[in-house]
């Protein structure tokens, strides 16, 4: 079993819409919680952290539920520009095994 | 600033040759990975390294050989490449070990064909 678990979408969604990604883990020890985005062909970047608090930047809006253990990543006022495949790696190991990633696009 | 380097960006081989991928960090990381991704897929992991001078096989090690030169450098071997092998390679590190994952930073990645 994957130690995180995303919705491969692909999610479509117009200009300016609001749309929210999850990222389920079964690694509840970890402290450090990432997204990450990845256009296509090109390596993944750091988008943003996820702290416990929850974090904010700009249009995007990052949650950790711990008791639930999952993190999201809500984007508002989509763009074109946000379209690509957003990533959460899993947490607190060493064999870092990628989930299939959130594929989001953003239509016109 | 450089960051993770990796070089070739591009290799074209025939069936039956073998290559190395180099990897190099200047951040002192002790954690670098090595994942493949082919079209329309995640990236999948092959081979990563803790801290220098210890390897481990990831989900798809078959194939392939690493050596953890030192801190800085990571390379990935393919002894007698197969076009299954074709795809699209990135190195990544890590700053931090065991409890908690560091930020990764990823190379740009190494394109390779295998004919």
């Known amino acids: 079993r994957k130690e995180v678990e995303q919705d491969p979408g692909p999610f479509n969604v117009p200009e300016g819409a609001t749309v929210a990604f999850n990222c389920t883990y079964s690694?509840?020890?970890?402290?450090?919680f990432f997204w990450y985005r990845q256009d296509c062909r090109k390596e993944p970047k750091l988008l943003m952290s996820?702290?416990?608090s929850g974090n904010e930047d700009g249009r995007f809006t990052a949650q950790l539920n711990r008791a639930s253990q999952y993190i999201s990543l809500l984007i508002r006022d989509s763009k074109l520009s946000d379209s690509a495949t957003y990533l959460c790696p899993p947490p607190a190991t060493n064999k870092l095994i990628f989930g299939t990633g959130t594929l989001l696009a953003v239509q016109p | 600033n450089a960051g993770v380097t990796q070089t070739p960006k591009f290799q074209v081989l025939k069936t039956g040759q073998s290559m190395t991928l180099q990897c190099a960090q200047d951040?002192?990381?002790?954690?670098m990975y090595w994942y493949r991704q082919d079209p329309g897929m995640g990236l999948r992991l092959i081979y990563y390294?803790?801290?220098?001078?210890?390897?481990d096989k990831g989900e798809v090690p078959n194939g392939y050989n690493v050596s953890r030169l030192n801190k800085r450098e990571f390379s990935l071997r393919l002894e007698s490449a197969a076009p299954s092998q074709t795809s699209v390679y990135f190195c990544?590190?890590?700053?931090?070990?065991?409890?908690?994952?560091?930020?990764?930073?990823f190379g740009e990645g190494s394109r390779l064909t295998v004919l």
């Open positions: 996820v702290y416990s």
């Open positions: 690694n509840s020890a970890s402290q450090s």
């Open positions: 390294s803790a801290s220098e001078g210890t390897t």
């Open positions: 990544a590190s890590s700053g931090t070990v065991g409890a908690n994952t560091g930020e990764l930073f």
């Open positions: 951040m002192n990381h002790n954690s």
